[in-house]
């Protein structure tokens, strides 16, 4: 199992950016298909972005296509999500999860590690 810990939240106004990081450790996430999910207050745990073990394939959910990207540094075991144009319908906890499979996947029950998460919150 790899143990993940996410870093970076905080409060910001709309329109402004963020960059979550997620820090890998107990195995090695380069051994891991990585991605990152959001709970909202009041709704279920959602899919935002997924990348592939070596960087060069990412995935979005449309609500965030074009404004969230998705990358990760194998060298330092980590994993980051840059938020830009951010808007208050953003506002949720972010978790990053780990995944074995090869293929994108944006379910749930695909990822087996999940760190504790980490609050944005974007005031408008």
């Known amino acids: 199992q790899v143990q993940l810990v996410e870093s970076g939240g905080g409060l910001v106004q709309a329109g402004g950016s963020l960059r979550l990081s997620c820090a890998a450790s107990?195995?090695?996430?380069?051994?891991?298909?990585m991605g990152w999910f959001r709970r909202a207050p009041g709704k279920e745990r959602e899919f935002v972005a997924t990348?592939?073990?070596?960087?060069?394939?990412?995935y979005y959910a449309d609500s965030v296509k074009g404004r969230f990207t998705i990358s990760r540094d194998n060298a330092k075991n980590t994993v980051y999500l840059q938020m830009n144009s951010l808007k208050p319908e953003d506002t949720a906890v972010y978790y990053c999860?780990?995944?074995?499979?090869?293929?994108?996947?944006?379910?749930?029950?695909?990822?087996?590690?999940w760190g504790q998460g980490t609050q944005v919150t974007v005031s408008s």
């Open positions: 999860a780990a995944s074995s499979y090869i293929i994108a996947v944006v379910t749930i029950e695909r990822y087996s590690s």
């Open positions: 107990g195995r090695t996430a380069s051994d891991y298909r």
């Open positions: 990348i592939n073990r070596d960087g060069g394939n990412t």
